[in-house]
């Protein structure tokens, strides 16, 4: 077909294959998320040991994602889409229907694995798959649809723990990830990377991408960190507030529940942003609209005050959906990319683990105030690195 008759590219026709195992998977993790402290206390663990049960997961994707950049080279992306889903499912009927704790903290620790494995094998297909001029889209898209899924999860498991009891919520999760792992073994094959003819690049491997990257690492890469660990707290930020003013909890989980609504409802419009004007044109205001809402919510005296900061902070970190894929794609190689965006979620999760643990700190060793001050000020400075650093244009 001559050039001219070519169609013309369009996210709407491999929306499901791209965008549907994403979905289901964080409809999977959401079922079952809210239940896991309560069947570790059920299994006898105590309150610190219920919530380290949650910890586990996030330790558990911390560590794998070097391991995931090497599966995800060795079996290639589909596969390795396929598998996480599959050792998801694992994990979630290991924790359902272990009655020991200890087995249980092994199945926490493998859904956390999985996430590695799942997120960075789609993050490197989408990025072979869709061309440079959808590709910020394509990755706002797939991060707005995990959290699509993360919000329907809960309600969906609710409605079957009602009529089937505690263990239902691990069946939506283990039926969701089936279907996850089904939709990826459709997906078809990328080509192999393409090179000169008659060169033969060399074996990519972590410590050639260290050596050869380390300066993006170093820069930009010191920016995802910040802001992850910005993204990380605002989890926490939020309903620790509403709890220092003395909202009562049903009040504190609609302010919550606001702010990620209006968070889901902006993913795309930004991705479009990022693909005509540039990348620093979401990022930094992303991080300065969080900053400034954090830096305001100490001055917040009741609900409707604590409401407007908390959705001014929802839609700064919604029009942030993907930036931190997007960035990672634009500067990974084409050969060795999964290890590159191994590295890259590695540093991104290692912010995420230290945002809300240096809120912790502040707030014990100062006040809440200032730990939530605090973290506003680290996202101006996120803000700043980000637009020092990211290129005005994107790279093929």
Known sequence: MPPSAAKPFSLWRIAIPAFGPSILFGLGEGAILPVIPITAHDLGASIPMAAFMMALIGIGSLLSNIPASIVTMRVGERWAIVGAAGWCALGMALCAWTPHVALFAVGCFMIGMSQAVFNLARQAYLTDAVPI??????????????????????????????????VAAYGVGIVALVGAAVLAWRMPELPPPAHVAGEVPAPASIASIL?????????????????????????????????????????????YGLAGAIDMLVFYPAGKVMDRLGRAWVAVPSMVMMG?????????????????????????????????????????????????LGVWRLMSDLGASGGPALLSLLAAGLSLAWGVAATGGIALLAAAVLGYWIPRAPRP
């Open 133 to 166: 001029e959808y590709r910020a889209r394509a990755l706002s898209t797939l991060g707005g649809s995990m959290r699509i899924g993360m919000f329907m999860g809960p309600f969906i498991a609710a409605a079957a723990m009602h009529g089937f009891g505690l």
């Open 211 to 255: 050596r050869g990257h380390w300066r993006v690492f170093a820069s930009l890469g010191f920016g995802v960190l910040l802001l992850s660990a910005v993204r990380a707290s605002r989890q926490v930020v939020i309903p620790l507030w509403a709890a220092h003013l003395g909202l009562v909890p049903s009040v504190a989980s609609m302010i």
């Open 292 to 340: 400034v809402g954090m830096l305001l919510m100490p001055f917040t005296s009741g609900a409707t005050t604590l409401l407007i900061v908390a959705m001014a902070i929802g839609f700064g970190n919604g029009i942030g959906s993907g930036i931190i894929m997007t960035l990672g794609a634009d500067h990974s190689p084409r050969h060795g990319r999964a290890h590159f």
